[in-house]
Nanobody, 121 residues
Framework: QVQLVESGGGLVQAGGSLRLTCTASGSIFSINAMGWYRQAPGKLRELVAS???????TYADSVKGRFTISRDNAKNTVYLQMSSLKPEDTAVYFCNAVLRVSGSGPQYNYWGQGTQVTVSS
């Protein structure tokens, strides 16, 4: 069984900062990509940022220059440092991991339960 546990969401004023943390635990052989997605009310879930095991990163255009994703492979943990937050960043943020539970098995997609980020104007 694999679990992804997120923390760090909350309420912040526009221009402020928050740091999200997600740790994967359980029967994990290896983790390929880890990332953060978000879903605002009435909108589809969208990619915010992702990072591979080799630390190659991808960002949504809307967060480039404001958000930074990083990971600690030894701790199976991914971080999202969010700065210069805007009201339009308000959403539930979900952690995602693409991983193997065995060396010869397929990759699986796992999700965290989500953490609310609210940015007030």
């Amino acid at each position: 069984q694999v679990q992804l546990v997120e923390s760090g969401g909350g309420l912040v004023q526009a221009g402020g900062s928050l740091r999200l943390t997600c740790t994967a635990s359980g029967s994990i052989f290896s983790i390929n990509a880890m990332g953060w997605y978000r879903q605002a009310p009435g909108k589809l879930r969208e990619l915010v940022a992702s990072v591979t095991s080799g630390r190659s990163t991808t960002y949504a255009d809307s967060v480039k220059g404001r958000f930074t994703i990083s990971r600690d492979n030894a701790k199976n943990t991914v971080y999202l440092q969010m700065s210069s937050l805007k009201p339009e960043d308000t959403a539930v943020y979900f952690c995602n991991a693409v991983l193997r539970v065995s060396g010869s098995g397929p990759q699986y997609n796992y999700w965290g339960q989500g953490t609310q980020v609210t940015v007030s104007s």
